[in-house]
């Protein structure tokens, strides 16, 4: 009995990239890895990075904002930065904020811890 060879299908281009991090309390750890999303040699204009803070009582938050707020330095231009919240704290939720907001090709959690 011969069989028919299997072919893997054929895969589209990835035109942009979400990359969500849910934080909460985060402050410490935050400013690295968006220092390690920076230093991705994926083209940064292909690249959407959204922030949720989940009601953080330390400068997480801030520390979101001035990331967006930079997005126009040469070191980092991605294709778009936004600050989301999470109210409810609970990470599903903020899980879930990024999948209302992403319009990525693909999507990537990162922790931030």
Same mark, same amino acid.
């Given at each position: 009995? +011969?069989?028919?060879?299997? =072919? ?5 281009? #990835? ?5 969500? #991090? ?9 400013? @690295? ?7 991705? =040699?994926?083209? @940064? ?12 009582? *330390? +400068?997480?938050? +801030?520390?979101?904002?001035?990331? +967006?707020?930079?997005? *126009? ?37 990162? *922790?931030? @811890?």
């Amino acid at each position: 009995m +011969a069989t028919t060879p299997v =072919r893997p299908p054929a895969t589209a281009p #990835i035109n942009l990239v979400s990359v969500g #991090i849910v934080a909460y309390n985060e402050e410490g750890y935050l400013e @690295h890895v968006l220092d390690d999303l920076v230093a991705q =040699r994926f083209p @940064h204009d292909r690249i959407e990075v959204l922030l949720v803070d989940s009601r953080s009582t *330390d +400068a997480t938050k +801030a520390v979101m904002e001035s990331f +967006a707020r930079n997005n *126009d330095l040469p070191t980092h231009r991605f294709a778009c930065v936004q600050v989301l919240s999470n109210p409810r704290r609970i990470l599903p939720c903020g899980c879930n904020e990024l999948l209302r907001h992403f319009h990525g090709d693909v999507i990537i959690r990162v *922790d931030a @811890h």
